[in-house]
């Protein structure tokens, strides 16, 4: 069983940054993929960023490539999302997941086998 545990968010103006958290506990281990995913009201979820527990792949959705970066600290069992340059329509709950399997396509959420509670991120014009 693995859990996980988004923090960070909050209510930022636009421009402002962010760093969100995702701390994971239980079964988790350095091959999982960890993603993180929004979703604005009436909207669908969408993909943001994900990365491995182990080596260098990082992966980014367009809309954010620039402007967020995704990080690891495997000694805390934690991922990272900083988030720059934040605009409204960034306005999101934020999720986290990880994936146990070492060849699944961290872009998609129905790969991911774990989820978190989320975090409200709301970014003011």
């Known amino acids: 069983q693995v859990q996980l545990v988004e923090s960070g968010g909050g209510l930022v103006q636009a421009g402002g940054s962010l760093r969100l958290s995702c701390a994971a506990s239980?079964?988790?281990?350095?091959?999982?993929?960890v993603g993180w995913f929004r979703q604005a009201p009436g909207k669908e979820r969408e993909f943001v960023s994900a990365?491995?527990?182990?080596?260098?792949?990082?992966y980014y959705a367009d809309s954010v490539k620039g402007r967020f970066t995704i990080s690891r600290d495997n000694a805390k069992n934690t991922v990272y999302l900083q988030m720059n340059s934040l605009k409204p329509e960034d306005t999101a709950v934020y999720r986290c997941?990880?994936?146990?399997?070492?060849?699944?396509?961290?872009?998609?959420?129905?790969?991911?086998?774990?989820w978190g509670q989320g975090t409200q991120v709301t970014v003011s014009s």
């Open positions: 997941a990880m994936d146990r399997s070492l060849y699944s396509n961290l872009t998609l959420d129905y790969n991911y086998d774990y």
């Open positions: 239980g079964r988790s281990f350095n091959l999982y993929g």
């Open positions: 990365i491995r527990w182990s080596g260098s792949s990082t």
